[in-house]
T-cell receptor, first 113, second 114 residues
Framework: AQSVTQLGSHVSVSEGALVLLRCNYS??????LFWYVQYPNQGLQLLLK??????LVKGINGFEAEFKKSETSFHLTKPSAHMSDAAEYFC???????????FGAGTRLTVKP | ETGVTQSPTHLIKTRGQQVTLRCSSQ?????VSWYQQALGQGPQFIFQ???????GRGNFPPRFSGLQFPNYSSELNVNALELDDSALYLC?????????????FGPGTRLTVT
């Protein structure tokens, strides 16, 4: 069964600094991979998704992620953090042909002024 | 276009009681998935409904059950509530059935079991 592991339950960066949130996946078949963001007391919002097209995926709010099969990774990056980026971020995987999505435990991003 | 809505927003129940949570899918979506998100954890897949039929289930006991209606709205029912059922319950809708590659989440229902 597919799964994801998010490295680091809490990441803290300064405003304007690079954001890097790590995600490694495990899947026996080519995966679909996703990053979601969750603000306090809200549902999940899709940031970006990889569905076997381009390996570098651009999402909303300036975020992007690169699918690296050799490293089984799908790390999320943003060149310059903004205070409004402070939230919980979840990486998720869905096997092609499957019908459920498996989420990581989440990484809380804090942005310092 | 109306997004995914869930009701109620918050709910407090007593151990042993039963609860029904509701979800209206996004317009045009025929697939609804339910997730349980315990505090400080990622969402866990409960089950999915596609065109009114259960189409996959996670590792949850039978006291978690669901329905999908002809308009593709859905209900999650939990019987014999336990303290560990306290969580945020998220509904997500998508179109076209499996494979699942894009879904839209509602704001969730916060269930507290005392």
């Amino acid at each position: 069964a597919q799964s994801v592991t998010q490295l680091g339950s809490h990441v803290s960066v300064s405003e304007g600094a690079l954001v890097l949130l790590r995600c490694n996946y495990s899947s026996s078949v080519p995966p679909y991979l996703f990053w979601y963001v969750q603000y306090p007391n809200q549902g999940l919002q899709l940031l970006l998704k990889y569905t076997s097209a381009a390996t570098l995926v651009k999402g909303i709010n300036g975020f992007e992620a690169e699918f690296k099969k050799s490293e089984t990774s799908f790390h999320l990056t943003k060149p310059s953090a903004h205070m409004s980026d402070a939230a919980e971020y979840f990486c998720a995987v869905s096997d092609q042909g499957n019908n459920d999505m498996r989420f990581g435990a989440g990484t809380r991003l804090t942005v310092k002024p | 276009e109306t997004g995914v809505t869930q009701s109620p927003t918050h709910l407090i129940k007593t151990r042993g009681q039963q609860v029904t949570l509701r979800c209206s899918s996004q317009s045009g979506h025929n697939t609804v998935s339910w997730y349980q998100q315990a505090l400080g954890q990622g969402p866990q897949f409960i089950f999915q409904y596609y065109r009114e039929e259960e189409n996959g289930r996670g590792n949850f006991p039978p006291r978690f059950s669901g329905l999908q209606f002809p308009n593709y709205s859905s209900e999650l029912n939990v019987n014999a509530l336990e303290l560990d059922d306290s969580a945020l319950y998220l509904c997500a809708s998508s179109s076209g059935g499996p494979p699942l590659y894009e879904q839209y989440f509602g704001p969730g229902t916060r269930l507290t079991v005392t």
